[in-house]
């Protein structure tokens, strides 16, 4: 079974500029979330989604930071315009809404942004 | 108020030891589950073991228990026969029960830095 995948891996960027994050998640998992993971931090989460609506966004930036999942698979997350405190690993993860009783959630390889 | 607290921001042990990791959670809900996740240095979030705050024994997987004190709010992850491989960072985190058990967040705690010694 094929994981969640992410792209790119790295990416830097002059603080004023955008940049965009995708994410595919693993077949028939409805739920995906984005999270935040500052360098010596445990993960913060931005912006969960069911299939295509959003079902937490409490802690995303709104002013700069914007997310979509479209058809309800893969989503993108975007940040316009940049700055220095944006510089983090941004994780995506999916997973079932039912059918396990842990809902684990299995987390992509994340990509690493760098304002400068 | 921080729900996850990992106390240990480094632990240092010798190859083949058993380890324990402390986390204590926090919170008013009679559902959640408690989970604990690894990650290398390669970045990726690797899935270890998972607590039903309903469940009765004490979740194992493979060398991985968890000592679950519900009394004590404490979800402790002990690894039996510690290996090189298992230097990473480990995290512990909280879902919370509510309406909708599949669309929960994770709270995260700190982590802790777990280098095994040759």
């Known amino acids: 079974e094929a994981g969640v995948a992410q792209s790119p891996r790295y990416k830097i960027i002059e603080k004023r500029q955008s940049v965009a994050f995708w994410c595919n998640p693993i077949?028939?998992?409805?739920?995906l979330y984005w999270y935040q993971q500052i360098l010596g931090q445990g993960p913060k989460l931005l912006i969960q989604?069911?299939?295509?609506?959003?079902?937490?966004d409490s802690q995303l930036p709104k002013d700069r930071f914007s997310a979509e999942r479209l058809k309800g698979v893969d989503s993108t997350l975007k940040i316009q315009p940049a700055k220095l405190e944006d510089s983090a690993v941004y994780l995506c993860?999916?997973?079932?809404?039912?059918?396990?009783?842990?809902?684990?959630?299995?987390f992509g390889p994340g990509t690493r942004l760098t304002v400068t | 108020a921080q729900k996850i607290t990992q106390t240990q921001p480094g632990m240092f042990v010798q190859e083949k030891e058993a380890v324990t990791l402390d986390c204590t959670y926090d919170?008013?809900?009679?559902?959640?589950?408690l989970f604990w996740y690894k990650q290398p240095s390669s970045g990726e979030m690797i899935f270890l073991i998972y607590?039903?705050?309903?469940?009765?024994q004490n979740a194992t997987e493979g060398r991985y228990s968890l000592n679950f004190q519900k009394a004590r709010k404490s979800a402790n992850l002990v690894i039996s026969a510690s290996q090189l491989g298992d230097s990473a960072m480990y995290f512990c985190?909280?879902?919370?029960?509510?309406?909708?058990?599949?669309?929960?967040?994770?709270?995260f705690g700190q982590g802790t830095r777990l280098t095994i010694n040759p």
């Open positions: 993860a999916s997973s079932l809404t039912q059918g396990t009783s842990s809902y684990e959630q299995y």
């Open positions: 077949s028939g998992h409805a739920t």
């Open positions: 989604f069911q299939n295509n609506g959003v079902v937490d």
């Open positions: 919170t008013s809900d009679q559902s959640y589950g």
């Open positions: 607590q039903g705050s309903y469940d009765e």
């Open positions: 985190a909280m879902r919370e029960g509510g309406r909708w058990r599949g669309a929960q967040k994770l709270v």
